[in-house]
């Protein structure tokens, strides 16, 4: 069984894993769009919630479909 502290990521990592800026991970948190823990000063993303928010936000491409005219 893993930590618990190896299932929380940090801003930045989580940052890191989705590809964008802490800001936007840090105003994500303030609007309450992605779950955190917070502990004292620090807040924690829990992996689950990153890894559910890559499967959610995914879009497939269509088949079939030419990207030019």
Known sequence: MAKASEQLLTVGQ???RLGLKEATIRRR????RIPYVKLGRAVRIPIE????LIVASYRPAI????GGK
């Open 49 to 52: 919630a990153v890894e559910s």
């Open 14 to 16: 989580t940052a890191a």
């Open 29 to 32: 948190i303030l609007e309450r």
């Open 63 to 66: 088949e079939g479909q030419t």
